[in-house]
């Protein structure tokens, strides 16, 4: 209704790719540092560089969005989607070596992405429950994908007093995986210098399960309030130009800045939100 009303509206969490289509969502800016979109095309370069076109993959039930994600990709490149597992989180991991999901893919794919939640431990029982079912040889490869919405946890295979447990290090050994690590711990890290030096707040002041949630919401805010003092500015200070949701999602989505010809909030400098 949004776009009928022509309000603007910023959505600043990971949404469904279907919110792209601006005929439909027009006055829609969308501000996310963990896309599942990016994430998806980022597996989708990797499946091109090794020309894959036939795959599978396995999911738990609460990361449909990822997976939607991941399947808009492979009709993107035309890759074939040659089956879709999906577990419940609460699985051993004798039940997913035993199901039909996993003999399905068995049947059908030798390429298995998977994905199972904000941490790659997450897919831990998956991982152990392939080598059960004799499916962790050459026969298979396996590209794990997690995106991280916050502090990345420790790697599954290092303990917390910094050990190893070859047990599941073997688990993912010979297999790909795809994160947004690279930026997240900086990201978090450029955040809280921001809020301690502008609002005195103090790291134990915030809860990092939610840092991203912190973090979307302060870009979409930002970005906001820019473009709606750009849009009175342009309008000769009529106010009620904040109404016209359409001129501001475009002046959104086009506000220059240092690093890129698309605005992309106030930490862009450190590339923390991706593209409105």
């Known amino acids: 209704m949004a776009a009928i009303w022509n309000i603007p509206i910023v959505g600043y969490m990971s949404t469904s790719a279907a919110l792209r289509n601006k005929t439909i969502y027009k006055t829609l800016s969308r501000v996310t540092l963990t896309s599942s979109n990016s994430l998806a095309n980022a597996l989708g370069l990797v499946l091109q560089h090794f020309n894959y076109s036939q795959v599978a993959i396995a999911s738990g039930r609460n990361v449909a969005q990822m997976a939607d994600a991941i399947k808009q990709m492979l009709v993107n490149n035309s890759i074939t989607l040659a089956a879709h597992a999906v577990f419940d989180e609460n699985a051993t991991a004798e039940i997913i070596a035993a199901s039909h999901q996993l003999q399905n893919i068995r049947e059908n794919a030798r390429i298995v992405i998977v994905v199972f939640g904000p941490q790659l431990s997450a897919a831990n029982v998956f991982a152990k429950a392939v080598s059960l079912a004799g499916m962790k040889n050459n026969d298979y490869l396996y590209i794990y994908l997690t995106l991280y919405h916050g502090y990345p946890d420790y790697l599954p295979w290092i303990a917390s007093n910094g050990t190893l447990v070859q047990e599941i290090k073997s688990y993912y050994d010979n297999s790909i995986i795809i994160d947004n690590d690279g930026y997240a711990n ?16 103090q790291i134990t002041d915030l809860d990092s399960n939610y840092i991203a949630g912190y973090m979307q ?24 130009v904040y109404l016209n949701g359409s001129y501001i999602w475009n002046l959104e989505r086009t506000r220059p800045n240092a690093s890129s010809p698309q605005f992309y909030g106030q ?5 923390l939100s991706s593209s409105i």
Do not use: M
């Open 186 to 201: 900086k990201s978090v890290e450029n955040f809280f210098i921001k809020v301690n030096r502008t609002l005195g707040f």
């Open 217 to 240: 919401l302060y870009d979409a805010v930002y970005v906001y309030y820019k473009s709606l003092l750009a849009a009175i500015d342009q309008a000769n200070g009529d106010v009620n």
């Open 267 to 271: 930490f862009s400098v450190d590339c």
